[in-house]
Nanobody, 115 residues
Framework: QVQLVESGGGLVQAGGSLRLSCAAS????????MGWYRQTPGKQRELVAN???????NYADSVKGRFTISRDNGKNTVYLQMNSLKPEDTAVYYC?????????WGQGTQVTVSS
């Protein structure tokens, strides 16, 4: 099992920036991709960004050009730099890692963007 601890959420004005971090511990040897999802009340959890073990990334269209995902394999940590934030980015952001046939989730961190 992998434990994920997220940090960096909070309240920011529109146009501002936040950086989310997620540190993994436990059975980290089997981690492949790492990523971030987000969820708002009444909606399904949606992919924000994903980064493969080799560094390939993909982003939701809504965040392309504004968000950047990166990972530090030495620290077993994945980051999400969020710039030019919009009120519609308000959500609970969840860190996730993919292992063979298993996906682990963090507890979530709230991001609120005020207009």
């Amino acid at each position: 099992q992998v434990q994920l601890v997220e940090s960096g959420g909070g309240l920011v004005q529109a146009g501002g920036s936040l950086r989310l971090s997620c540190a993994a511990s436990g059975s980290i040897a089997g981690i492949n991709a790492m990523g971030w999802y987000r969820q708002t009340p009444g909606k399904q959890r949606e992919l924000v960004a994903n980064i493969a073990s080799g560094g390939a990334t993909n982003y939701a269209d809504s965040v392309k050009g504004r968000f950047t995902i990166s990972r530090d394999n030495g620290k077993n940590t994945v980051y999400l730099q969020m710039n030019s934030l919009k009120p519609e980015d308000t959500a609970v952001y969840y860190c996730t890692v993919a292992r063979t046939n298993v996906r682990d989730w963090g507890q979530g961190t709230q991001v609120t963007v005020s207009s």
